[in-house]
């Protein structure tokens, strides 16, 4: 069974502090994971996705395999970068198509 | 149209009463996904559909939860006899055809659910 964890239900840093969200999950095949990230009144979208090894707004994020963890991470947090995000997993093989998310994350960036 | 849209946006129902939410997917966009956020909780899976076709059921917390997408587009999730724990935002999703599940989710605005 896919799950995902994300054991923070609120974070709160300053302004240009790193900040790191938690992810871990649990999958017994080849997990494809994301990032989404839903601003105040805007609709849930995609942040990054693992397999673009990519970093959009200055966030990145690591799969590892060994730990089953996708922490997504910023150097120096902005303002605008308070918003609830969410870790979410699916599988890599053919008909695979669930999308499972975490609990969510509520970021707060503090002046 | 430029995004998936959810009709209504909000629905007020009492209890025993049926409900149906509505979700249009992006032109073109072959996946369709339901999922249901309760207050303060993550997002819920309830199905998806690939075409016409409901591979995965398997987050209908009920039978008193169907779903039904017509001419790969329109998709409607209806909710019979509900309860008040039936009351949470309905939020739907599309991709583009099915891969290897690596599809970017488009979502809709959501329906909020209240049942008094």
């Known amino acids: 069974a896919q799950r995902v964890t994300q054991p923070e239900k609120l974070l709160s840093v300053f302004k240009g502090a790193p900040v790191e969200l938690k992810c871990n999950y649990s999958?017994?095949?080849?997990?494809?994971l994301f990032w989404y990230v839903q601003y105040s009144r805007q609709r849930l979208q995609l942040l990054l996705r693992h397999i673009s090894r990519e970093s959009i707004k200055g966030f990145t994020a690591d799969l590892n395999k060994g730990e089953t963890s996708f922490h997504l991470k910023k150097p120096f947090a902005q303002e605008e970068d308070s918003a609830m995000y969410y870790c979410?997993?699916?599988?890599?093989?053919?008909?695979?198509?669930?999308?499972?998310f975490g609990q969510g994350t509520r970021l707060t960036i503090n002046p | 149209g430029a995004g998936v849209s959810q009709s209504p946006s909000n629905k007020v129902t009492e209890k025993g009463k049926d409900v149906e939410l509505r979700c249009d997917p992006i032109s073109g966009h072959t996946a369709l996904y339901w999922y249901r956020q309760r207050l303060g909780q993550g997002l819920e899976f309830l199905i998806y559909f690939q075409g016409n076709s409901a591979p995965d059921k398997s987050g209908l917390p009920s039978d008193r939860f169907s779903a039904e997408r017509t001419g790969e587009s329109v998709s409607t999730l209806t909710i019979q006899r509900t309860q008040q724990e039936d009351s949470a935002v309905y939020l739907c999703?599309?991709?583009?055809?099915?891969?290897?599940?690596?599809?970017?989710?488009?979502f809709g605005s959501g329906t909020q659910l209240s049942v008094l």
């Open positions: 999703a599309s991709s583009l055809a099915a891969g290897t599940g690596n599809e970017k989710l488009f």
């Open positions: 979410a997993l699916t599988g890599s093989s053919q008909g695979a198509q669930k999308l499972v």
């Open positions: 999958y017994s095949g080849s997990p494809e």
